[in-house]
């Protein structure tokens, strides 16, 4: 097994571990929600997601003959973590209800189970939403790449009448990001950071008492941040794994690895970068030359 699936495989473990602890725990009369019991987790996960970054070795992408690193191993763990806590805090919250939602369960163990599990989702999304705000501090060009252009409305209205088929344009020189990504990135951001912040004082209240006149406010916001997200997220999900035209690229989540043939046709800006600049991997060696030779096998193709 390699390291990568390891890492998964501990993962999902752990994760689906915590679940069933969540689940069976609100069940035992007189036990507490991990909210009261636990509090000190939700404030401790952001450092943990920190310090672990701080001793990731992070790989640049590059070309390996046929093949792209697009996503290394800590892209991996940032975006798996991000996203399964994402879906498992939204699919409990909506149980919950909020805002026009009506509460989905009404009994005590369920309700009780449903919170223990946005407990533990929250602590999934803590970690991998701060392990990537840590390694993208660390190296900022992992920020900006994910940052809109001048070319963003233009880009954005091509790519998605490429992919839903209403326009017969080639795709644009996108760069690694399509500049779709790119804008919905924006509302991603805004929707986490104001989600983590009321959270945040939404666990708290459940240790300290916080005023109403903030607690209000803070539902409200959290609410509708939820909504932000959950639009996010279906569109993210519809784009990136539903449609047959992304597929190739959502393999590089598991394997970390898209075709070159892929990367030259759906991201020529992104793929004009990697052959023009000498690329090293994580030992210190040039890879420069094995990006020009490959180069010249596909212009000879």
Wanted: with cysteine.
């Amino acid at each position: 097994m390699t390291r990568r699936a390891l890492i998964g495989v501990v993962t999902m473990l752990v994760f689906v571990m915590g679940i069933a602890y969540a689940v069976r725990i609100a069940a035992v009369d007189g036990s507490r929600l991990l909210f009261d019991s636990a509090w000190w987790m939700v404030f401790a996960t952001p450092f943990v997601g920190m310090l672990a970054a701080a001793f990731t070795k992070r790989r640049d992408p590059r070309v390996e003959g046929s093949r792209v690193l697009r996503h290394d191993d800590a892209a991996i763990v940032e975006h798996w973590t991000h996203g399964v806590g994402t879906a498992v805090l939204l699919g409990s919250g909506i149980a919950l209800g909020f805002l026009f939602v009506p509460r989905l369960i009404s009994e005590q163990a369920p309700v009780w189970g449903a919170m223990n599990i946005h407990f533990v989702a929250a602590i999934i999304f803590l970690f991998g939403t701060f392990y990537y705000a840590a390694n993208t501090l660390l190296a900022q060009h992992r920020f900006a790449e994910h940052l809109p252009t001048k070319n963003a409305f233009t880009f954005t209205v091509q790519h998605y009448g490429h992919l839903l088929g209403v326009k017969t344009c080639h795709m644009p020189p996108e760069d690694k990001y399509f500049e779709s990504e790119k804008m919905a990135y924006i509302m991603a951001l805004v929707g986490s950071v104001l989600i983590i912040i009321t959270g945040l004082l939404k666990a708290l209240a459940h240790v300290v008492d916080v005023p109403g006149a903030v607690m209000g406010p803070a539902n409200l916001v959290h609410d509708l941040a939820s909504i932000v997200m959950l639009a996010f997220f279906l569109a993210h999900v519809f784009f990136a794994a539903i449609l047959p035209a992304s597929w190739p690229v959502l393999g590089s989540m598991f394997t970390g690895y898209v075709s070159a043939e892929q990367v030259k046709k759906e991201h020529a800006g992104w793929y004009r970068r990697l052959t023009a600049t000498s690329t090293r991997d994580c030992d210190g060696d040039d890879s420069s030359e094995a990006a020009k030779v490959h180069v010249t096998q596909l212009r000879n193709s």
